[in-house]
């Protein structure tokens, strides 16, 4: 997002006009998640992406007619929007299969995208949050039923409803820049928001124009950015630099730690943001209550005087993710181990992935990170992890809207 917004900034001070396009729905499957985000300029200059390229061209006619352009540069298909191209509005790109085909949209999928034509006045500060990774949460007003809703109409006879396009920057630190019409709204959504940062998850809540729970007058997305989950890698071997380097591309902060300070260094890991000399147990101590359910521990140690300590404390933390290489007897020995030791041994058959990663047939390093990152993304997807060819039903499931 942060190129986005850069390009922005850089065009706005060239004193060029843009549009921005958010995604706010996706039905159905879609290759993008909502928060994605595009800008266009008056130029017919494009930025970032809200579907992957299956609605681009799309879009970007949309956007140029927010600008008031003479004349579109594409005809686009499906497209339900209002004819006034000042107005910021919410696009549903639906379409048959032959017409999807047609746009590019071979997903077959629905977006729903909120194209603006005004830019929102916190944006420089948007830019320094994303250049400082300060979390925060964008809430847009993408719907609006200006019918009074009939529990509160006495109550909000004297409140305007807000406009399509209104948005809030909400900062994880509670600093609070723009509006969404109204301060009672305002204060609900930023009150929201703040555990919607908490969460690192994104979500779609309905409002009444003075904040009421339950009304369903104003709809409004709130996309979050967040900061990158961990990954800590336990034992210093071939096996962890290979996934060190994989997890970098996923997003995630990588920390190695290995008890032998021979081995941890950070020339032998040039991809980790931290190596730590530690052993893994004191490391979770001193360090696990700050793991939640995005982060991962992957213990790679393959010896018991470091692994089962490892599993032990990580068990006590709240990782989503705990891992461990070894061999099906190794698991088996060390399950036995920590049983005596009093953990139950249902806990650990739920929480910890052992021998760790999918079983796609990996042997060396490079093929074992896939198999353990994939085996990460299907646990938190909550999917079985088969081939797509041989499954049935959606392909993605809704998932975070981080950016």
């Known amino acids: 997002m942060i190129e986005v917004v850069e390009r922005v ?212 997305v709130m996309a979050v950015s967040a900061p990158p989950p961990t990954m800590l890698i336990f034992g210093a071997v071939d096996f962890s630099d290979a996934l060190a380097q994989a997890a970098k591309l996923l997003g995630y902060r990588v920390v190695v730690v290995d008890a032998r300070a021979v081995f941890a260094t950070e020339a032998r890991f040039p991809k980790a943001d931290e190596v730590v000399v530690a052993w893994p147990n004191d490391y979770l101590t001193t360090w696990g209550a700050s793991l939640s359910e995005r982060d991962a521990i992957c213990i790679l140690t393959h010896d018991p005087k470091f692994d089962v300590p490892a599993i032990e404390a990580a068990l006590a933390t709240r990782a989503g993710y705990i891992g461990v290489m070894g061999s099906r007897r190794t698991q088996a020995d060390r399950v036995g181990r920590l049983v005596a030791q009093g953990i139950a041994a249902e806990e650990i058959r739920q929480r910890v992935c052992g021998p760790i990663g999918l079983d796609i047939g990996a042997r060396t390093p490079q093929e074992t990170a896939v198999s353990i990152l994939a085996e990460i993304i299907a646990r938190r997807e909550r999917r079985l992890a088969g081939s797509l060819s041989e499954a049935a039903g959606p392909i993605h499931t809704e998932g975070a809207m981080t950016w």
């Open 9 to 220: 900034l850089q065009w706005r001070a060239q004193g060029k006009r843009c549009a921005l396009a958010t995604v706010v729905a996706v039905e159905g499957s879609g290759p993008r998640e909502p928060g994605a985000l595009m800008a266009v300029n008056e130029d017919g200059e494009v930025a970032g992406s809200v579907s992957g390229g299956c609605v681009e061209g799309a879009v970007v006619t949309e956007a140029l007619l927010r600008l008031d352009a003479p004349e579109p540069i594409l005809r686009s298909f499906g497209i339900l929007g209002t004819e006034t191209p000042k107005e910021a509005t919410t696009l549903a790109f639906g379409f048959s299969d032959d017409e999807a085909v047609a746009v590019g949209l071979t997903c077959g999928g629905t977006f729903h995208i909120l194209v603006q034509p005004e830019l929102p006045s916190y944006l420089n500060r948007l830019a320094e949050a994303l250049q400082q990774g300060t979390p925060f949460v964008i809430a847009t007003v993408y719907s609006v039923n200006e019918d009074l809703d009939s529990y509160f109409v006495e109550e909000n006879r004297e409140v305007a409803p807000p406009v399509v396009g209104a948005s809030m920057l909400i900062l994880g630190d509670g600093e609070v820049l723009g509006s969404l019409g109204n301060a009672d709204l305002d204060r609900v959504v930023a009150r929201d928001a703040a555990g919607v940062v908490q969460q690192a998850q994104g979500t779609r809540r309905s409002y009444g124009r003075r904040g009421q729970s339950r009304s369903r007058e104003v709809a409004v």
